[in-house]
């Protein structure tokens, strides 16, 4: 299997090169660099698991567990997320696409990224994914090829449907302080009937995402998308259905949060030190890390102990597992390694949804020296 993707790869590359020298006016180089080395980190992968029974998710009910059944979700595995160089000067810390963490549908990618004066993620194509990028701190500005943009702020989020293509650029603000700006960036894979489909935006702002209170005020989430003690989420922002929460725990807080049963689950922790798990089983986590859950279980624990010196943050994530095979090279996420071969032969020749490529360039993509 490796020595055929090795061949595919490479006949890749012969087409690639025979096509940029026969079109010499088709200006997707920096596109392409930015593919391949973004590949030369995400290695490609296949995964199967749990079958899921509704075609068009938009209309998916999550199945919530009653008090009768109440059974908290083990730890799977708990790691910390390395920093290392991505894009144009960005620095990220990947904990999902990773080989600590491969296999688990649907996500594809996780990244906690810091992007400083100068750096950024220029102008690069995408297909079969959804993007969820949410600001911590900072700014950033979005632009594609189809005339989208935009600017999103702390706090706010935007979520990104690739679909048959799309070619845009995200570039940080340069801070009056000179701060960096920080958020995270997790990628979502599209079910197979939905890879083809025409790419959109959906742009969540701070100020819309409701609040859960919960142990008298000791832990606050942002319900940004499902719900959580009686709060309910701004729905149909992203076509896989997940849930995101942004929960953060006061010292002597404790939650106990219900997830959809036979979702895959997960918490990256953002900052101060959280006790994860039940009573009986428990671990203590710093931040920087990705804590996976069990899939059995339908809710989990949280709290900080009483003698903490800081409060601490972490995102919640679950969503509901793909059953197919995930077949990624770089920025193009299928589900066979053709449709990754035409994917990348789409995007050389213009066509096939990215015919909007040909002569465009954004304008915040010019901000980078090269």
């Excluded at 593919?35 to 992968?45: D, E």
């Excluded at 999902?96 to 549908?105: A, D, V, Y």
Aim: net charge neutral; proline share 6%; glycine share 8%.
């Amino acid at each position: 299997m490796k020595l055929l993707w090795s061949i595919f790869v490479g006949i890749a590359a012969i087409v690639f090169t025979a096509h940029k020298f026969n079109n010499p006016d088709l200006k997707i180089s920096r596109g392409i660099d930015y593919l391949r080395n973004f590949a030369s980190r995400v290695q490609s992968y296949t995964t199967t698991t749990t079958k899921i029974t509704k075609e068009h998710f938009p209309s998916t009910q999550p199945i919530l567990s009653t008090r009768e059944m109440s059974v908290p979700r083990a730890i799977r595995t708990v790691f910390l997320a390395i920093e290392q160089a991505e894009g144009a000067g960005a620095r990220v810390r990947r904990s999902i696409g990773t080989p600590k963490l491969r296999n688990f549908s649907p996500f594809l990618m996780l990244d906690h990224f810091t992007i400083g004066k100068g750096a950024g993620f220029p102008d690069h194509p995408h297909r079969g994914q959804e993007t969820i990028t949410y600001l911590l701190s900072g700014g950033v500005d979005h632009e594609d090829f189809a005339g989208n943009k935009g600017t999103i702020g702390p706090g706010d989020l935007q979520f990104m449907t690739a679909g048959k293509g799309i070619m845009h650029a995200e570039m940080p603000h340069e801070n009056p302080d000179g701060s960096p700006n920080v958020g995270m960036q997790l990628w979502v894979d599209l079910p197979k009937k939905l890879k083809m489909c025409e790419p959109r935006y959906r742009d969540l702002r701070a100020s819309e995402i409701p609040v859960a209170t919960v142990d008298q005020g000791r832990v606050t989430v942002k319900v940004i998308s499902g719900q959580s003690h009686g709060v309910d989420s701004v729905r149909d922002l992203a076509y896989t259905p997940l849930w995101l929460l942004d929960v953060s725990i006061k010292p002597g807080g404790r939650i106990s949060q219900v997830l959809p049963v036979g979702w895959n689950a997960f918490a990256y922790t953002l900052s101060g030190t959280t006790v994860f798990g039940s009573t009986d089983s428990t671990q203590l986590v710093k931040q920087y890390h990705n804590v996976v859950f069990e899939q059995n279980g339908d809710h989990i624990e949280a709290s900080v102990p009483d003698n903490a010196e800081e409060e601490s943050r972490f995102i919640l994530v679950a969503g509901q597992p793909l059953d197919q095979k995930v077949v990624q090279y770089g920025p193009f996420v299928l589900t066979s390694q053709e449709e990754v071969y035409q994917a990348m032969l789409d995007y050389q020749t213009a066509s096939n949804g990215f015919e909007r490529v040909r002569g465009w360039e954004s304008e915040i993509g010019k901000r980078m020296a090269y």
